[in-house]
């Protein structure tokens, strides 16, 4: 495929240039998911990692998810003010947070991935199941093989 309808650009040679396109459109896509929600993308991130981790500080938070600590804490505070997580104290270590989510939290996490699910059928639906696990593989592969550009600390 040369060029596709609308993409009139000598940029659209570029595997990355592609890359850039897809990631803003499925931003785009995530967004309406989450704005009726009233999160956004990287606080279902965040909730969605609190979830499955145990007991995560808001470092490991930050590192796992890739998110400048600055950033993190805005996020989880911005999460405590609308009633989704709470943070409290890690009785072994009184420096960290251990940052939990609320019950209406995990009923928003669940609605909020259902959802997904079905806007990311309707995403690939131009691609077969063979190739969207093609997509999946070679995406993480890439993504393994390059450092994260995100500050840590």
């Known amino acids: 495929m040369e060029n596709a309808s609308g993409w009139d650009t000598p940029l659209w040679q570029t595997t990355g240039f592609r890359l850039i396109?897809?990631?803003?459109l499925v931003q785009a896509v995530t967004a309406d998911?989450?704005?009726?929600q009233e999160i956004?993308?990287?606080?279902?991130h965040v909730l969605a990692a609190a979830e499955a981790m145990s007991e995560p500080s808001q470092k490991e938070l930050s590192r796992s998810l890739g998110v400048?600590?600055?950033?993190?804490v805005g996020l989880i505070d911005d999460l405590e003010s609308q009633g989704l997580a709470v943070r409290t104290r890690n009785p072994k270590d009184r420096r960290r947070y251990i940052v939990t989510p609320t019950p209406e939290a995990s009923l928003l996490l669940r609605k909020a991935r259902e959802a997904i699910a079905l806007a990311e059928e309707?995403?690939?639906?131009?691609?077969?199941?063979?190739?969207?696990r093609t997509l999946h593989e070679l995406s993480g592969r890439l993504l393994d093989a390059h450092p994260?550009?995100?500050k840590f600390e």
């Open 21 to 24: 396109k897809l990631g803003e």
């Open 33 to 36: 998911i989450f704005d009726p």
């Open 40 to 44: 956004s993308s990287r606080q279902f």
């Open 68 to 72: 400048d600590p600055n950033v993190m």
């Open 122 to 132: 309707e995403f690939f639906s131009s691609l077969s199941r063979q190739e969207v």
């Open 148 to 150: 994260r550009v995100t």
